[in-house]
């Protein structure tokens, strides 16, 4: 069993590291336990992909303190987590309150994430209504009171209906849950509004709905990955609000997908240049895009697509120093500077994932215009605006 000392809580932690490898921070629901994640844990392993859980404040073995009311109290646990275990920089999977504090997370403390696995969950979760009902009946019988509603949204119906060991299991977890704790992270959930944060994530990120959520639906987890420029969206079949528990065989499959995807090779040779840039083309001008261009090639432009991919993509949009939208800024700005109007079309397109805005691209244009010339500006202005209308955007 281990423990850390964070902030005004003692939280029990499991930490599983491999050497030079990444790292998945993972955050709990409402209700649950580090335990939840045990199978999606163990398949990651197997990948060498390290793994840190830890129970939530006034959740499983963890102590309550100060109850936390406001989201933000469960952000800095996970901040001060990090900082304790001198974990840098990590992709953070969190599932339905989970994964609302991994992004409050990569808004406040955008510097230590990596990546967001965005599990069942919303930049808003119910209704104040819902939320205060919740807390009522929580206060008065305590969480065992409303366990058997909430399983029915934790497990598919088909699930749920077979009963067995596993939820018996949750069942045992769920109602074990201090009410304390529970009701004063329903209070969060009822005041937090996650939208802002969500338009701002500059990180790769996959969202995951289960077919028979019942607490996010697919449709609100789906409105959550469209407000994430450049997100992904995947639905896990016949599971419900915890997949991890249900499904955790295919979860980590889309979980390992996706990590192996944005993995930068910790090498820097040419092969690893070449991987690490593909990753990066794809995932700025889409999937579609590239491997169109990868189709279309011949003896001819072999090495040329090869040499753009490693020395543009591998080399220098790769460099963390700067956010897929400010790299995007500068390079919309150079290229019409200089009169490249194709690719300024097509880096035009490519804002859909880097996350630069419309009003981002006038606020470049306007730096054109001063000090590349008028005329450049003037022609960049129209094939953008030509470009945003075919994106169905607003200029």
Same mark, same amino acid.
């Given at each position: ?104 997370? =990569? ?19 119910? #209704? ?35 009963? /067995? ?49 019942? =607490? ?13 420029? /450049? ?52 995932? #700025? ?42 790299? =995007? ?67």
């Amino acid at each position: 069993m281990r423990f850390a000392q964070i902030r005004d809580a003692t939280l029990q932690v499991d930490v599983r590291l491999f050497a030079d490898r990444p790292t998945v921070v993972f955050v709990n629901s409402l209700g649950s336990d580090l335990r939840i994640w045990d199978g999606v844990v163990e398949a990651l392993a197997r990948a060498r992909i390290g793994a840190v859980r830890y129970d939530l404040r006034g959740h499983g073995l963890s102590d309550l303190a100060t109850p936390p009311s406001r989201m933000e109290a469960h952000i800095d646990d996970l901040a001060a987590l990090m900082d304790h275990l001198a974990i840098q920089r990590a992709t953070i999977c969190g599932i339905s309150v989970g994964g609302m504090i991994a992004l409050g997370l =990569s808004h406040r403390r955008p510097e230590k994430v990596a990546a967001l696995i965005l599990c069942c969950t919303g930049a808003v979760i119910g #209704t104040a209504e819902t939320w205060n009902a919740r807390i009522a009946a929580v206060e008065q019988g305590g969480v065992a009171s409303i366990a058997e509603t909430v399983l029915q949204r934790w497990f598919s119906p088909a699930a749920y209906g077979e009963g /067995g060991g596993l939820l018996a299991i949750a069942r045992n977890m769920l109602a074990r849950t201090p009410a304390a704790g529970y009701a004063a992270t329903c209070a969060a959930l009822r005041d937090a509004d996650l939208t802002q944060a969500a338009q701002a994530v500059r990180v790769p990120t996959l969202c995951i709905a289960g077919e028979y959520d019942g =607490s996010t639906p697919p449709e609100l987890v789906r409105t959550l990955s469209g407000l994430i420029p /450049g997100s992904q969206f995947r639905l896990i079949a016949n599971a419900g609000h915890l997949p991890c528990i249900e499904r955790p065989e295919e979860l980590a499959g889309l979980m390992l997908s996706f990590l192996r995807e944005n993995e930068a090779p910790p090498a820097d040779d040419a092969d690893s240049r070449y991987a690490r840039g593909m990753a990066v083309r794809r995932r #700025t001008l889409g999937a579609s895009y590239v491997d169109a261009t990868q189709a279309n090639k011949t003896p001819f432009d072999d090495d040329f697509q090869r040499f753009i991919t490693e020395g543009a993509w591998g080399s220098v949009w790769a460099r963390p120093n700067l956010t897929p939208r400010e790299r =995007s800024m500068i390079t919309l700005a150079l290229l019409a500077a200089l009169g490249h109007e194709a690719e300024l079309g097509i880096h035009t397109r490519a804002t859909r994932n880097t996350g630069a805005t419309p009003d981002d691209i006038k606020e470049a244009l306007l730096h054109v215009a001063i000090y590349g010339g008028v005329p450049a500006a003037n022609t960049a202005f129209r094939i953008v605006k030509e470009t945003l209308k075919a994106m169905k955007e607003t200029p």
